[in-house]
Antibody, heavy 117, light 110 residues
Framework: EVQLVESGGGLVQPGGSLRLSCSAS????????MNWVRQAPGKGLEWLSF????????YYADAVKGRFTISRDNARNSLYLQMNSLRAEDTAVFFC??????????WGQGTLVTVSS | QSVLTQPPSVSAAPGQKVTISCSGS????????VSWFQQLPGTAPKLLIY???KRPSGIPDRFSGSKSGTSATLGITGLQTGDEADYYC???????????FGGGTKLTVL
């Protein structure tokens, strides 16, 4: 069974940093591209970043370019999102999702990031 | 403001049919496949339709997708109260080199 489990969310002050993780199981992780998508409270979905299976191709949304870094460790079946210079408007539930953009066939349950002083 | 435009809400009675539109441009819908997602309250999104009109395993044929030019449509027949959810379209935008979603449509089954 395919499972994606995010972790690492929490409360962080504006300007702070946080690293999210997504642990994958039930499939050959290295053969799938992965994404991060977020959803602000009461708002719609916002795609953030894509990484190919071998990490050779990476894309970012303009809203996070230069502040967020996507990476993966295929040996650990894990996807990461390093978030720096966090702002109040980054407050959201962050989901990892499997597949090419936008054929996200499996999603994690999400982890909440709150940016507040 | 979302790159893809969806109606904020639609409604219909149980057993009826509803369609949800998703409008874009030549840089996204016009030259790429469209996916549709269902998000029930308090849960993660779920893939309903991919590659414009394909259904993943386990998705009933009450759900259908189509695309014409720079617009896409999700159709749901035989509406059930359990279909009440937010629905999102998504695709790749070549000009932005980014994934894009519609703003979401809330379906109410009256």
């Amino acid at each position: 069974e395919v499972q994606l489990v995010e972790s690492g969310g929490g409360l962080v002050q504006p300007g702070g940093s946080l690293r999210l993780s997504c642990s994958a199981s039930g499939f050959t992780f290295s053969t799938y591209s992965m994404n991060w998508v977020r959803q602000a409270p009461g708002k719609g979905l916002e795609w953030l970043s894509f990484i190919s299976g071998s990490s050779t191709t990476i894309y970012y949304a303009d809203a996070v370019k230069g502040r967020f870094t996507i990476s993966r460790d295929n040996a650990r079946n894990s996807l990461y999102l390093q978030m720096n210079s966090l702002r109040a408007e980054d407050t959201a539930v962050f989901f990892c999702a499997r597949g090419p953009v936008a054929d996200f066939d499996y999603w994690g349950q999400g982890t909440l990031v709150t940016v507040s002083s | 403001q979302s790159v893809l435009t969806q109606p904020p809400s639609v409604s219909a009675a149980p057993g009826q049919k509803v369609t949800i539109s998703c409008s874009g441009s030549s840089s996204n819908i016009g030259n790429n496949y469209v996916s549709w997602f269902q998000q029930l309250p308090g849960t993660a999104p779920k893939l309903l339709i991919y590659d414009n009109n394909k259904r993943p395993s386990g998705i009933p044929d009450r759900f259908s997708g189509s695309k014409s030019g720079t617009s896409a449509t999700l159709g749901i027949t035989g509406l059930q109260t359990g279909d009440e959810a937010d629905y999102y379209c998504g695709t790749w935008d070549y000009s932005l080199s980014a994934g894009v979603f519609g703003g979401g449509t809330k379906l109410t089954v009256l």
